[in-house]
């Protein structure tokens, strides 16, 4: 049995600057998930995805991302999405921030 279609945002990397975008519902990107169209609709999701890969000279690696509503806006519902949307990974944080601090390594 197939599994239910839950809530999605369409998401992918800026092209030229590699950050993290989502598509509004006014056929721009965002870099602010909770401005994101959040879709209930399967065949809307699987049309907006197609629109989306579309945008070559714009997009890289377009795809539908598990979200839930709030009164925020979309929020992420797998770590995955959380970790992508809260920046790049490219500078110290958690234990890399408390090794650069007591001067440890890892």
């Known amino acids: 049995m197939p599994r239910a279609f839950t809530p999605k945002v369409v998401t992918a990397n800026a092209l030229i600057e590699g950050d993290v975008i989502y598509l509004t519902s006014q056929d721009s990107w965002t870099r602010e998930m909770c401005d994101a169209e959040l879709m209930t609709d399967e065949a809307h999701a699987q049309l907006r995805l197609l629109e989306a890969s579309q945008q070559v000279d714009v997009v890289v690696g377009a795809y539908l991302a598990d979200a839930t509503a709030s009164d925020k806006g979309p929020q992420p519902t797998h770590f995955r999405e959380e970790f992508r949307r ?3 990974s490219n500078y110290f944080h958690g234990k890399q921030a408390v090794a650069s601090q007591d ?3 890892l």
Request: proline residues 17%; aromatic residues 0%.
């Open 103 to 105: 001067g440890s390594t």
């Open 86 to 88: 809260t920046g790049p």
